[in-house]
């Protein structure tokens, strides 16, 4: 079994970063996944059997103002999945990727303090337990997705069906996110200030 679930942001706008600082992102979320499924595919294809399971993300599907790097790689790594699963397809060897919405990470909480998508803010903000689950998910079935939560899943598999109408309703989902957002940082902010006291 193989497991991709590095991941990296630095959110702001297009034009204003560093070449490197694209790159890496790209290298991290892209790159290196498929050069590492790329190693494990003959031996798995070998033997009969593999799980190939990478972390892609809601953002993914649908494309995150602020994070167009994070969402290029991400709905890249889709997909180069799903292309795999179909050339791997009767071997033995299954791919999953998991696309949970907003996870409180590291990661998101830098997002959150540093400019990052509010759309990761529209609803439940998941714990990684609750990714862990997806991932057993993922393991015991043969979906090539699978969606934390589902019901975010039909709304941005709809919305990329037309990109520029989703392009036109993205700032409606924001001004519910900022709600979200503001209850996400109260809540860090309470937690990290009783660990410091």
Do not use: W
Not at 93 to 106: E, F, I, L, N
Request: aromatic share 8%.
């Amino acid at each position: 079994m193989l497991v991709c679930n590095a991941g990296l942001i630095v959110p702001g706008s297009v034009g204003t970063f560093d070449p490197d600082v694209l790159s890496t992102q790209v290298d991290v979320m892209l790159s290196c996944p498929i050069q590492l499924m790329n190693a494990a595919v003959p031996g798995m294809r070998a033997r009969g059997r593999g799980r190939l399971l990478a972390t892609v993300s809601m953002g993914g599907i649908i494309s995150l103002p602020g994070s167009a790097t994070y969402s290029a790689a991400k709905s890249g790594l889709r997909a180069f999945l799903t292309a795999l699963s179909a050339e791997l397809a009767g071997s033995g060897v299954r791919v999953s990727g998991v696309y949970p919405s907003g996870v409180d990470t590291p990661m998101l909480r830098f997002e959150a303090r540093h400019g990052g998508s509010m759309l990761n803010f529209v609803g439940k903000v998941f714990t990684v337990p609750e990714v862990v689950a997806a991932y057993e998910k993922a393991l015991t079935g043969k979906r090539l997705e699978v969606y934390l939560p589902y019901s975010d899943s039909i709304t941005t598999r709809l919305a990329n069906f037309v990109p520029g109408t989703a392009n036109r309703v993205i700032p409606l989902f924001e001004r519910f996110a900022r709600r979200g957002h503001a209850r996400f940082l109260a809540r860090i902010d309470a937690e990290e200030a009783q660990t410091t006291a």
